[in-house]
């Protein structure tokens, strides 16, 4: 007799997956809402990459450049760094996922943060390997935990610096120290996808740390500071033999035209980058003042984003509603085991009053409590 499965079954762990939910972007009675969820750039793509963008239209029907050459070229020279060892993805998440397809698998364990990107833990269940969290120390990532956290069956060790959702960042030094805890067969990904909003003097993205040695990898992205989410467009730095395995894994055109135009627009225009850091660091000052004037605190942020806290998690979903009422999106982050807090993207100064003026109400009517 047999002894196939009677029906089709997805591979072990599959169905234990959480689905990766995304940021709101609507809501209902409100045309034009305050989109504060997904941490998108408040200026929007810059003209010149809009321009590129556009340019592409009359060539849709050939294929993109399989090997993104003119893109890696541009981010190698805006850089400094050897294109060769630079691989191109459909957003960062791309190249996460085959990090995760190329070094993790049944029997393995990858090793996150407490409240990491939630992508992690769905990175390592769509492989077979289990996800291991480490405890965070006030809402940041532990070197000393992340290091106990090893077994002989971790193959991979996340690190989102700055973190999302929390908005904390580990120093050089301390990625430094990370990277040389960690024994030399597990790949450490640090996933530097706010690197330009960080203005922190001991800040490293992790070129250092890539250049260092042959087991580590940098991912970053240009949906953040380039304003580029739509086009899905990342990108990796890393040692020549990870560069050799992410080209065996990779679909020959995963990148579209339309996201390498863009892209090598974008990574040249740095006056647009330079705006955008600018108007960051200046609004969410702002937005953290004046909300701490409210009593509404939460971790120093080094992205384009605030974690706020609020009595409990019923104040945390009282407040979005109260907001969405306003006009504004802000979004929930239960799902990284933080159901007291939201985070809040830093829009533009129009939107950031809109916040401060929802949560004035809010707290004024005493639902926070």
């Given at each position: 007799m047999s002894d196939r499965p009677k029906s089709l079954t997805p591979r072990p762990g599959i169905m234990e997956i959480a689905p990766y939910v995304p940021g709101e972007a609507r809501i209902a009675g409100h045309a034009e809402p305050a989109q504060?969820?997904?941490?998108?750039?408040?200026?929007?793509?810059?003209?010149?990459?809009?321009?590129?963008?556009?340019?592409?239209?009359?060539s849709l029907h050939r294929y993109p450049d399989g090997g993104a050459t003119a893109l890696v070229q541009a981010i190698g020279k805006a850089h400094g760094l050897d294109p060769a060892r630079i691989v191109?993805?459909?957003?960062?998440d791309e190249l996460l996922s085959f990090l995760g397809r190329a070094y993790a698998g049944p029997?393995?364990?990858?090793?996150?943060s407490a409240h990491g990107f939630l992508m992690y833990p769905i990175i390592a269940r769509t492989v077979g390997a289990t996800p291991v969290t480490a405890p965070e120390v006030d809402l940041a990532a532990s070197v000393d935990n992340l290091l106990a956290a090893v077994t002989p069956k971790t193959r991979i060790v996340f690190v989102a610096n700055p973190n999302n959702p929390t908005g904390s960042m580990l120093s050089a030094r301390e990625m430094q120290r990370l990277r040389a805890g960690l024994p030399d067969d597990v790949l450490l990904v640090i996933d530097a996808a706010y690197a330009e909003y960080v203005d922190h003097p001991d800040y490293d993205a992790g070129v250092s740390l890539v250049d260092a040695g042959e087991n580590t990898v940098m991912t970053r992205t240009f949906s953040k500071i380039h304003g580029l989410a739509a086009v899905r467009l990342g990108w990796c730095y890393a040692p020549a033999s990870v560069i050799a395995v992410l080209q065996r894994i990779r679909g020959p055109f995963n990148v579209t035209s339309a996201a390498l135009a863009a892209g090598a627009a974008a990574i040249a225009d740095t006056a647009h980058v330079d705006r955008s850091r600018?108007?960051?660091?200046v609004?969410?000052?702002?937005?953290?003042?004046?909300l701490g004037q409210l009593g509404l605190t939460g971790p120093?942020?080094?992205?384009?984003?605030?974690?706020?806290?609020?009595?409990?998690?019923?104040?945390?979903?009282?407040?979005?509603e109260a907001m969405n009422r306003a006009g504004v999106i802000p979004r929930r982050v239960?799902?990284?085991g933080l159901p007291q807090c939201l985070r809040i993207t830093v829009g533009t100064a129009a939107e950031n009053d809109?916040?401060?003026?929802a949560l004035t109400d809010f707290m004024q009517a005493g639902q926070a409590r």
């Open positions: 504060l969820a997904a941490n998108e750039n408040a200026l929007g793509p810059g003209a010149a990459a809009v321009a590129a963008y556009q340019a592409g239209a009359g191109c993805g459909a957003g960062s029997g393995d364990e990858v090793l996150y600018k108007h960051n660091a609004e969410r000052k702002r937005l953290a003042d004046r120093e942020s080094h992205g384009n984003f605030l974690l706020i806290r609020f009595a409990d998690a019923a104040a945390a979903t009282a407040a979005l239960a799902g990284y809109k916040v401060v003026a």
